[in-house]
């Protein structure tokens, strides 16, 4: 993105599940600031069908930097390890600070769903829609939204060597079923008792219910079931598009945002 581009459009992820469509944005703090106009839900315009599904071993490379490996951008990076923003949702795994090694695995399921946009020509609609942008230091509008699941599991193994193998055979079936539920992998009884031989598990989400959860088998039979359950999503992507976009001045007091 250039500095002179007003009409390029950023995607964040949600880290903070407030937002809906036509929802004021600071990109600076990554907060969701007032609503614009009420906004009547508008319909579904994209469905997904990809599902991500990961594990990793904690001693491997990519644990040492979590919120690239599940795909955070990296200006949001930036302001989550400098706690600039809130520390919510998956994001919250910032506070983890337990030492990563060769018995902690860690599983990132993310499965955005569907997306909202905002409707066609939405400023010219709206009178005094203009009036609001000057009254808000907002750099951006959140024009559409992805809903769905995104999760982070963080599994402390016991320290058994056979065991471990048996848990990372089952991890890899896991990781199988929840991309699709119709392929059960061969998931057997030795392989629920090896997931029930983790010690300890750690889970965020952007589903309150999912962080509460102590028992990893709990944390992916309720995944595979909310799959299917849409009241239960919560927002994992933000569409952004620039305020001077829909005001046509380019010299707001804030700037235009340029990413690294």
Known sequence: MTINNVNAVTKRRAINSNGVIGTFYDIYR???????????????????????CESIDGKKEKSQNIFQWINIDDDLRLSILLNAVP??????????????????????FLCPNREYQLPHNYESKNEGFKSIVREVDATHIITSISLGI??????????KDKIIQNIDVALRKVGT?????????????EDEDALKSITEIKVYSNIPELVTMTSFLEVCQYIDKCKHKHDQFQPTEYTLQPIEQF??????????YTPF
């Open 30 to 52: 990554d907060c969701v600031l007032k609503r614009s106009h009420p906004i009547e839900r508008p319909s579904v315009t994209q469905i997904f069908d990809k599902i991500t």
């Open 87 to 108: 520390r919510t949702g998956v994001v919250e795994l910032a506070e983890y600070y337990y030492p990563m090694g060769e018995y902690v695995r860690l599983l990132h």
């Open 150 to 159: 995104d999760v982070v599991v963080v599994l402390q193994l016991p320290v």
């Open 177 to 189: 079923r929840l991309k699709d539920s119709r392929n059960d992998s061969c998931f057997a009884q």
């Open 247 to 256: 005001t046509g001045n380019a010299d707001e007091s804030h700037g235009l």
